[in-house]
């Protein structure tokens, strides 16, 4: 006769009652994972009540002589422990299922210990006829029958089962979680078998087993490891497990992301301290929202540094929901009562998930491109994945590809624009420029377009140093010198000018193939000089003591600015196409009068001139005539791959006739 000691079990309602208050307090992703975690933690509690009920019970039974508990309840309380018991093991399976096995795998294993359970359920149930399982003899005592041995072995099977799941997806959390699931796995399954055989009036095996509770919960199952501390919002871990249960679940849903950029109306403008309060102040809006709103639209709101998502659970009124957010944080809000209005200047972008965004790659490769893509920096401006913000986004993905496989390879080509001097009516030096060979059919890609591209994706410095490489050799193999050829105009990127040691680089380069630095002539934007004044001004007086030059390019495009001529070490100017052909197109008399200036104050500053796009002979005279020692364009020749450019050399270069 045994009399049960229910203390273990007492402790184990104390835990998970605590866990469950705990879940109460915490904002929860609304995601099938946490739900069933809930719902299980909710099952366990009844198992151990329901457990403890039928413990005592049968205690006051065993204890008296004669009872007058009617023995329908006896049954039914121990059928529903032992249905119970299932019930929650399934449901822990199927998180297990969740947490570790990627959802396209198939779940046979599982429906087939539901198939087990369910027959296991109908012994149960059939055993106050059939005495096979258990049952209570005439003086109400629980006596086992001749199947007893089922009770052990479900939970065993099951067990088993879990720890296979574990161990199959055992990579997809961390080693720390994993250790600790797999102990408390052990020792519930140690306990198990200890107390099935030998001390079955201990009852400890629910206790293990919420602790093994206790022990997810504090890790993978951690509410705090989802929430934005800042703010309340969820964070960015948060977002992804959201976004990967709503597609695996194939949820309809749309996100509006707002990419925050400036604060007007507050005073310290967009500084950290300003940050936490705006943004605090902003999910506090999103988030805390009437009753009756919240049931009409489900949202969840999520933060990246400045970046807000908000998910919209039901597609059909998400713009309009979007617009209305939209309108809010443009027009302003109030981060105190006492303080005006805080404006928020943000780019945002509304999209549907399953609709041109399928999967989560496409996700972050769309916000990716909305974030990197000037053209779509327009501000307060609801922006949405239409036909051209496809195109364009494809586009540019195609262009992507195309830069990653030249690096890859190694294939791009350099083709050289031969350029005219005035003076000695010979071809003595050339503009190197890139091309990268497209194989497949997107078409002629100019390098303004995959130039910019390879900056963003970080691609430029490796094809930067291809770029030098190639044109390098080719100076040496071809031996340019011996075909009339003085140096060489290679352009260096903003990137490249922001390097620290951009002349130890280029050194060290021209030393391996072995090229006078006098041969290479490197052209650099105003742009690129702005952002990085006193390190290229370094590097430019370094490479000129080797004897290298340089060009200050594009001169006249944009908002020229003298400083930069005058602070500078440049030798030589390039007047862009668009001055040059303003003079000749224009019929205005300033814009005529800006070229014969600018060429009679660069000549003052003792620079070398070169006119670009040069494409008709009207202009070339003219271009002489105002004292351009320098003609580069369409009219001499266009860039030139290797071999035309060395034929066209031996066919105008004075030295060949
Ligand atoms: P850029 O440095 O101003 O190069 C001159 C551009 O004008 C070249 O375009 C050239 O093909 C074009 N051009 C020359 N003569 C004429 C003409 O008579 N008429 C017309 N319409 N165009 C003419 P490309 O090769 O497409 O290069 C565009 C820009 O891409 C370059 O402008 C330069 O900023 C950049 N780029 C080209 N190659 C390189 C490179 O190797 N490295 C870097 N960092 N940038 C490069
Ligand atoms: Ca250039
Ligand atoms: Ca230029």
Redesign the pocket.
């Known amino acids: 006769m045994e009399h049960y000691n229910v203390y273990f079990e007492l402790s184990s309602v104390f835990f998970l009652i605590l866990m469950i208050l705990l879940l109460r307090t915490k904002r929860q992703l609304n995601i099938f994972k946490n739900r069933l975690f809930s719902k299980g933690l909710r099952l366990m509690l009844c198992l151990n009540v329901v457990d403890i009920a039928g413990s005592i019970l049968i205690n006051s039974v065993n204890r008296t002589e004669k009872s007058t508990i009617p023995v329908a309840v006896l049954y039914a309380i121990t059928i529903l422990g032992f249905v119970l018991q299932q019930v929650v093991m399934l449901v822990f399976l199927l998180y297990a299922i969740v947490v570790f096995v990627p959802y396209a795998r198939k779940r046979i294993g599982f429906v087939f210990i539901m198939g087990l359970a369910v027959l296991y359920s109908l012994l149960l149930l059939s055993s106050p006829v059939t005495h096979e399982v258990f049952w209570f003899d005439e003086r109400l005592r629980y006596t086992y029958g001749r199947l007893y041995i089922v009770t052990g072995i479900m939970p065993a099977i099951c067990g088993l089962y879990g720890l296979w799941i574990v161990s199959r997806g055992r990579n997809r959390v961390s080693k720390k979680v994993l250790h600790s699931i797999y102990l408390s796995l052990a020792v519930s399954g140690f306990v198990g078998v200890l107390q099935f055989f030998f001390f079955r009036d201990q009852l400890v095996l629910y206790f293990c087993f919420t602790l093994l509770l206790v022990a997810v919960f504090f890790s993978v199952q951690s509410p705090d490891y989802y929430l934005d501390q800042n703010t309340n919002a969820f964070n960015n871990d948060g977002l992804m497990v959201m976004m990967k249960d709503r597609i695996d679940r194939k949820t309809k849903f749309s996100v509006l992301l707002m990419s925050i950029y400036d604060f007007e109306g507050i005073k310290g403008g967009f500084s950290p301290q300003n940050k936490r309060k705006v943004y605090q102040r902003l999910c506090a809006g999103l988030i805390r929202r009437p009753k009756k709103e919240r049931k009409k639209m489900k949202m969840d709101v999520f933060r990246d540094d400045d970046k807000f998502y908000v998910m919209f659970h039901n597609t059909e009124e998400a713009e309009r929901y979007a617009m209305k957010i939209g309108t809010w944080v443009t027009e302003g809000i109030y981060v105190d009562e006492a303080s005006p209005k805080v404006k928020i200047v943000a780019t945002m972008l509304l999209f549907d998930v399953p609709g041109r965004v399928q999967t989560e790659e496409e996700f972050h490769s769309v916000i990716k491109y909305f974030m990197t893509d000037d053209y779509y920096k327009k501000y307060n401006v609801m922006q949405t994945i239409n036909e051209e913000f496809y195109r364009k986004k494809k586009r540019y993905d195609d262009v992507r590809h195309l830069v990653e496989e030249a690096v890859r390879t190694g294939e791009i080509e ?2 050289y ?1 031969p350029i005219y001097s005035t003076s000695q009516g010979d071809f003595h030096s050339a ?4 091309r990268l060979r497209d194989t497949n059919s997107i078409g002629f890609v ?3 377009e995959f ?1 910019p591209i390879a900056e963003k994706e970080h691609l430029i410095l490796q094809l ?1 140093e291809l ?1 030098l490489r190639k044109t390098f050799q080719f100076i040496q193999r071809a031996r340019l010198r011996n075909y009339g050829v003085q140096y060489v105009e ?4 903003g990137n ?1 000018c922001t390097q620290v040691n951009l002349a130890e680089q280029l050194k060290e380069l021209l030393r391996e193939y072995n090229i006078p630095a006098s041969f290479i002539n490197f ?1 650099v ?1 105003e742009t690129s000089a702005i952002e990085n004044s006193d390190n290229l001004i370094r590097s430019m007086i370094e490479l000129q003591s080797y004897g290298s030059t340089f060009a200050l ?2 001169y006249g495009s944009g908002a020229s600015n003298l400083k930069y001529l005058v602070d500078y070490p440049f030798q030589i100017v ?1 007047l ?2 668009s001055i040059v052909w303003a003079h000749f197109g224009e019929t205005n008399p300033k814009t005529r009068a800006v070229l014969p200036y600018s060429v009679r104050m660069l000549s003052e500053m003792k620079v070398r001139i070169v006119a ?4 008709t002979a009207q202009q070339k005279e003219e271009l002489v005539r105002l004292g351009v020692h320098y003609l ?4 001499f020749s ?2 030139l791959p290797e071999k035309e450019y060395l034929e066209f050399l031996k066919a105008n270069n004075p030295i060949y006739s």
């Open positions: 350099m083709y624009q503009e190197a420029l890139v100019s390098p303004e130039i930067e770029i290679l352009n260096l990127s490249q052209e934007t390019d594009d390039k862009d196409k670009e796009g040069v494409e580069q364009g369409y009219y266009k860039p």
